[in-house]
């Protein structure tokens, strides 16, 4: 007995990981793979893009959609749209909402604080379903982060997944500039109130008619608000709100792993020395 | 080591102090001079490496639960908020998330060796038992922790999983409502899954206690698998492998860092940043990667009793390992026919995990069956055959006249 059975058990397993086609991911279209700031191990947010990126959340996608696990505050800090003090708090005392209860038990509007979270555009779930023809527009915290962008053949996914990240923001973009004409043997069957978008993750049929349009928002820093751009802009500040702490995590790493190496090589050159005692 | 021996200490409170609790003794004597056979390769180093990551696991852990609320309600909710608002919380949360991946990478690397350099063999069966049975609980952990978040797949992995047991006749769903508190998965599941999630790394803890003193009364096997003789064989362990130990940590933190800091995700599954919904089934169910196979296992076999028989039995069958491989010689580096079997297991392993992460139908069930047919085969027919009908190559009669080349400086100098 050779070398060759396990081989050719290992070619078997390279060939069926190279054609096996991804779970469950066969009929959707992989999204489009447009280029963000924020990949890659040095990427960052870029500030003005994420503030255009709110602006079209707030004027548009807020309308429908919640995004409970923000806080005006998150607006300020660190590592996203980095509006000044004074801005995130005008931008929360655009909204109102309940307190109380006060001193004699009842409850009173009042402006929102930067600490109070983004205010939800409908009260509970039946009122979003009753307002949306049934369908529940999904709470836009974590949307990048909950949704694969890519798909194809294992080997081929599982790099894509390692070199480009798991696809997010760009199933965001896609989901946005994807509406088409459905084909001609879909047409008929389309579904009442739906719209043909093919990179919607639960089938081609999605409730959400299409949000933007050409000049939808007025980009206060004069960017043209074409239906790209916002689907772009909206796109990454979606991935900031779905890990508004992406450059601390990358930095950090970047200076623990220039210290692990350093360290790891020192430690060689002792382990080297003190078994260097003991070589022949 | 004799009971009542105890090193002889120049400092006058160390020696008062190990008189009365003679830890220090212990300590020169387990951590510092153990002999330790001079031949060991890095693969050996995955026991230190699995020591440093179970204190990872914990000290992220109790972190954790400083800001984690087990509730339905909030369970998923202050996971992110300490992704978000915890100091550095997003990275100590990823560190434990990652970490349990990194766990699993180390002890199935760690498990293999064995296989291949017979660790299992007497006089050693019971720490390789031993280490079947943290096997066990570290995978009891994993799925109860992976529930914690109560997202999408942590709340259908709890069905699916607590399920399983409905297929014990009789009783079934009985242990069934008893496993989950009530009759679905629901706030006393989580609360259980979260008391137990806490306990079980310390019973690791003291399981790993065990298996370090299993190891120390035989010592160490090593890559020639003959018995250690006293002298040119061995080096004690202080510095010669606390030092190898500690950089072969250091490197493999390099790769727990690698995907911890910038692919976080990579090893997850997206679906499980969506709050879990009892009334929603993700299009498919799929465990994290290191179950894969035994998920294969599982799923390969048309009937549910059996086919979790057969999930629990391709551990259990570990066990019995020590017997049923007939062999006298330790290492596969002199077992020409066995190595081949040993690589065909790998590859094998490593296929169940591909059909694992795929819905059992068409080709995929048709290999998932051939695969899970052939792992029991490897252990219950092969092993015990091969090691009858195998000749083995001579073996060296001793660890320095396998590793050193003859007449070298330092056997003359002995």
């Known amino acids: 007995m050779s070398r060759t059975l396990p081989l050719i058990a290992l070619a078997l397993i390279g060939l069926s990981a190279a054609f096996a086609p991804a779970l469950g991911l066969e009929e959707k279209h992989p999204a489009k793979d447009v280029g963000f700031s924020f990949e890659g191990p040095f990427g960052t947010f870029d500030r003005a893009q994420v503030q255009r990126g709110y602006q079209v959340y707030k004027e548009v996608c807020s309308a429908c959609h919640s995004m409970t696990l ?190 692990l190496v350093v360290f790891a090589a020192l430690l060689y050159l002792v382990k080297r020395r003190i078994w260097g005692r003991h070589e022949p | 080591m004799a009971e009542h021996a105890r090193y002889d200490f120049k400092n006058p409170v160390a020696r008062w102090f190990d008189s009365r609790l003679p830890i220090l003794t212990m300590t020169k004597v387990h ?197 250690v003789r006293p002298g040119q064989d061995t080096v004690p362990f202080h510095p010669y492998y606390t030092m190898k130990d500690l950089y072969a940590v250091v490197v493999f933190l390099i790769l727990f860092a690698a995907f911890m800091f910038f692919a976080p995700d990579y090893l997850g599954h997206p679906i499980n940043y969506a709050k879990a919904n009892p009334l929603v089934t993700p299009t498919h169910i799929v465990p994290e990667w290191y179950f894969l196979p035994f998920y294969a296992i599982l799923r390969s076999i048309p009937d549910k009793l059996l086919g979790v028989i057969a999930m629990f039995g391709s551990i259990l069958i570990l066990f019995a390992l020590p017997w049923l491989d007939t062999s006298p010689v330790r290492s596969a580096n002199y077992r020409p026919v066995y190595r081949q079997f040993f690589w065909l297991l790998v590859i094998d392993c490593i296929i169940l995990g591909i059909v694992g992460s795929n819905p059992p139908e068409g080709s995929w069930l048709i290999i998932g069956r051939i695969a899970t047919a052939y792992y029991f085969l490897h252990f219950l027919v092969i092993m015990p055959l091969v090691g009858f009908l195998e000749v083995p190559r001579p073996v060296p009669a001793s660890i320095s006249e396998a590793v050193l080349p003859a007449g070298s400086a330092f056997k003359a100098a002995e």
């Open chain 1, 70 to 259: 923000m806080r005006f505050r998150n607006l300020g800090e660190p590592g996203g749209p980095e509006f000044p003090p004074e801005q995130v708090k005008a931008i929360a005392a655009q909204y109102k909402v309940t307190d109380g209860p006060d001193a004699s038990g009842n409850m009173f509007e009042r402006p929102a604080l930067p600490s109070d979270p983004f205010v939800k555009p409908f009260p509970n779930e039946a009122a979003a379903r009753a307002a949306n023809g049934g369908a529940l527009p999904p709470d836009l915290s974590l949307i990048t982060k909950m949704r694969a962008g890519w798909s194809g053949r294992l080997l081929t996914l599982y790099t894509t997944q390692l070199i480009k990240g798991m696809g997010g923001p760009e199933y965001v973009y896609s989901v946005l500039t994807g509406y088409e004409e459905p084909p001609k043997d879909l047409a008929a069957e389309a579904p009442e109130g739906k719209f043909y978008n093919p990179y919607f993750e639960n089938g081609h049929w999605i409730g959400m008619p299409p949000p933007l349009s050409d000049g939808a928002v007025t980009y206060a820093d004069g960017t043209k608000a074409t239906v790209d751009q916002m689907a772009r802009d909206v796109a990454a500040f979606l991935a900031w709100a779905g890990e508004p702490k992406m450059e601390e995590r990358k930095r950090i790493g970047f200076q623990v792993m220039v210290y």
């Open chain 2, 31 to 227: 951590a510092l001079d153990y002999p330790t056979p001079r031949n060991l390769n890095y693969f050996w180093t995955f026991g230190a490496i699995l020591a440093v990551m179970l204190v990872v696991q914990i000290v992220t852990g109790i972190v954790l639960v400083m800001h984690f609320v087990p509730h339905v309600d909030f369970a998923f909710d202050s996971i992110e908020e300490i992704r978000r608002d915890v100091n550095y919380g997003n990275i100590i949360q990823k560190m434990h998330q990652v970490g349990a991946s990194m766990f699993f990478f180390a002890v199935y690397i760690h498990i293999f060796r064995g296989l291949y350099y017979g660790s299992y063999k007497t006089p050693r069966e019971v720490l390789w038992m031993i280490g079947v049975l943290i096997l066990l609980v570290m995978m009891a952990t994993a799925f109860l922790g992976y529930v914690l978040p109560w997202g999408q797949m942590s709340f259908w992995a709890a069905k699916v999983i607590t399920n399983l047991f409905s297929a014990i006749p009789f009783f079934g769903d009985a242990i069934v409502t008893w496993l989950w508190g009530g009759y679905s998965v629901d706030n006393p599941t989580l609360n259980r899954f979260f008391s137990l999630h806490y306990l079980l790394p310390f019973v690791l803890a003291g399981l790993v206690f065990l298996h370090i003193w299993a190891l120390h009364v035989p010592g160490n096997n090593n890559p020639v698998g003959v018995e």
